[in-house]
């Protein structure tokens, strides 16, 4: 695992201060994935808003996503993020399936919820993007857009896994969704 440079400062609430350096960016090296059989390089990153909540008249520890937005700490959020960098490296290693899902911005994503989800399961939910990088050294960069559990809703059409829509990225240098 190669570390990058991104990452997120301790939040302070109340007495106490949560630690967010689990979600310092990193990279993942897929073995031959690449052309000519060269390893794939993926950076993955994180925004707040995988322990951070919307204002819903939520008081709290306010933040700013990288919008510019109004955030709240959330600790449930913070407590489930703690998994977030080994969920991504399995997600991605053990072929999850994942699927394009629309927020209520009508932002498109994709979407996780575990190996084997079930419709109407509650599942940690893991919404993320894709896009070929720019930076030396790297192939694909993958953004963790946010993550909660919430009923899973898997549509009808065909899943593809993780892996494939990361080579999909790489190989037609194209954004996914």
């Known amino acids: 695992m190669v570390r990058c440079g991104y990452s997120h400062p301790p939040v302070r609430v109340e007495d106490k201060v949560y630690d967010l350096d689990h979600l310092k960016a990193f990279c993942l090296r897929l073995e031959g994935h690449a052309r000519d059989g060269a390893d794939l390089i993926v950076r993955i990153r994180f925004c707040n808003h995988v ?8 008081a709290g520890t306010l933040l700013r996503d990288e919008n510019g937005q109004e955030r709240f700490f ?18 991605i290693r ?11 911005r009508r932002v498109r994503n994709l979407a996780v919820a575990g190996r084997n989800p079930r419709r109407g399961q509650q599942a940690y939910h893991v919404y993320y993007t894709l896009w070929p990088s720019h930076r030396p050294g790297l192939d694909v960069e993958m953004e963790i857009v946010s993550a909660y559990n919430r009923a899973c809703f898997l549509p009808r059409a065909k899943r593809q896994t993780v892996l494939q829509v990361i080579k999909r ?3 037609d240098d194209k954004r996914q969704p």
């Open 51 to 58: 322990y951070s909540i919307g204002n819903h008249g939520t």
């Open 74 to 91: 959330c600790p449930q959020r913070y407590q489930l993020s703690l998994q977030l960098p080994r969920l991504c490296r399995n997600m």
């Open 94 to 104: 053990q072929k999850f399936p994942t699927w394009i899902s629309q927020d209520k």
């Open 169 to 171: 990225c790489y190989y």
